[in-house]
């Protein structure tokens, strides 16, 4: 019979349990699921990097956001459904962030973490997986760069950005 070392099992318990939290925000109507999220990440809160260490990567994630920004708003432009901007802009942010960055940066090593953060961030994202993804390595870098502060404003910052355009703000 083959066992797993301790270290392995640590890491499938830990990618099991973001997978939890990441269905408990899929698959529970909006914005609930959302607020489910924040519900449990008082208990993850110390796992959460409040200050970045890396300026550099603020300015690469900075560079990527523009880059995506202007490929979506020439080849997609303004969503046609306007959800209530406080999911949009509060909510989705805090949530999403704590799901995609601060979970999986904590929890997985190096090459699985970034996957979890840009691939399955993307694909979540079904209007642009691709589109998503790239503004899943800007948040990233963010996050690394400036920590879950950083990485919240700017995800809400272009959401509220989309919002006003959809809504006709702009």
Known sequence: MDYKSSGEQNLFLRAAAITSILALMVLTPRP?????????????????????????WTIYAILIYAIAFAIDFIA???????????????????????????LPFSALPSP???????V???VLHKDNPLLASLYGVALSLMYKGGGY??????????????????????
Request: with cysteine.
């Open 32 to 56: 609930w699921g959302y607020v489910a999220v924040l519900a449990l990440a008082y208990f993850y809160r110390k796992r959460a990097m409040w200050r970045g260490t890396a300026p550099m």
């Open 76 to 102: 997609v432009g303004p969503p046609a459904v306007v959800p209530p901007w406080w999911e949009a802009v509060i909510l989705a942010p805090l949530a999403e962030e704590y799901v995609f960055r601060v």
């Open 112 to 118: 699985l973490s970034w996957v979890f953060a840009v």
């Open 120 to 122: 399955i961030f993307g």
């Open 149 to 170: 502060p950083a990485s919240v404003a700017l995800h809400a910052f272009n959401n509220c950005i989309w919002w006003l355009m959809a809504a006709g703000g702009f």
